[in-house]
């Protein structure tokens, strides 16, 4: 059983950033950020594997960075120049298995966190 809190969401404006945080209980192979807008589906924006291999959204490269600090037990998502189309609820989730990392395996994972709001102002 893997535990994931999330934290370090809130309201900014257009163009700032935000970094979020997600504690885990134990480290696992795949591990990345979805988010979930109201009215919409849920989406991949980036994982990490255990080799440190990364992948990202189109809507999110060049923006967001994905990290892992396994000393602290702590997956980070630095958000930069973040946009309205941002706003959404960030969760936390997290795969073991010995396949490759990808959004669709990591998304049939049983280990989600509880969610952090980000909310990006125009």
């Known amino acids: 059983q893997v535990q994931l809190v999330e934290s370090g969401g809130g309201s900014v404006q257009a163009g700032g950033s935000l970094r979020l945080s997600c504690a885990y209980s134990?480290?696992?192979?795949?591990m990345g950020w979805f988010r979930q807008a109201p009215g919409q589906e849920r989406e991949g924006v980036a994982l990490i594997d255990s080799d440190g291999g990364t992948s990202y959204a189109d809507s999110v490269k060049g923006r967001f960075t994905i990290s892992k600090d396994n000393a602290k037990n702590t997956l980070y998502l630095q958000m930069n120049t973040l946009k309205p189309e941002d706003t959404a609820m960030y969760y936390c989730a997290a795969r073991a298995t010995s396949l490759s990392c990808s959004f669709m395996r990591l998304s049939s994972t049983n280990y989600w966190g509880q969610g952090t709001q980000v909310a990006v102002s125009s």
């Open positions: 134990d480290s696992t192979h795949c």
